[in-house]
């Protein structure tokens, strides 16, 4: 086991006895798809450095822009918010989204001005955890020794 994540394990089990003190480092398993995924008793647990998490937000975000509010889409693109008739445009994003869905990322892409600023606005408005927890959108610290992690379960 590497390092770091033998450091991962140690900060999932330090998160999962806070409920359960039954559960031993022998019963957190590494799922084999994600080198940042642990399985305890049957649940799955994302675990990630600070910067691992803003990554991976990011990206999550990126994928998601479909699903993103259409003011939320206009308020952060400066093409947008001139725009004379607000209402009319928010609509048409909007139906663009249902019509589309997952197919009108690059085209909502294409309207933000600053990505990096539209996932900074987008994390300080729902957390994260939002993006990264598909169980119930938390983001859970827990230090170790060395590290601070970030843990969402799946």
């Given amino acids: 086991m590497k390092n770091q994540e033998l450091e991962k394990t140690k900060a999932l089990l ?3 006895k806070k409920e359960d003190n039954k559960t031993t480092i022998n019963d957190i398993k590494k ?3 994600s080198d940042n995924v642990f399985n305890v008793n049957g649940s799955n647990y ?3 450095t600070d910067e691992e998490a803003d990554t991976k937000a990011s990206e ?3 994928e998601l822009l479909w699903a993103f509010n259409a003011n939320f889409i206009i308020d952060n693109s400066e093409k947008l918010t001139n725009a004379e008739n607000y209402e009319t ?3 048409a994003i909007s139906k663009m989204q249902a019509d589309l869905c997952e197919d009108a990322n690059e085209l909502i892409f294409a309207l933000i001005d600053d990505f ?3 996932v900074d606005k987008a ?3 729902d957390g994260r955890g939002h993006f990264l927890s598909g169980y119930d959108g938390e983001e859970n610290e827990q230090e170790t020794e060395n590290n601070l992690f970030y843990i969402y379960k799946q």
């Fill in 14 to 16: 330090q998160f999962i």
């Fill in 31 to 33: 799922v084999e798809y």
């Fill in 46 to 48: 994302l675990i990630l």
């Fill in 60 to 62: 999550a975000i990126r």
């Fill in 89 to 91: 445009l928010s609509t």
């Fill in 116 to 118: 990096d600023e539209f």
């Fill in 123 to 125: 994390i300080a408005a």
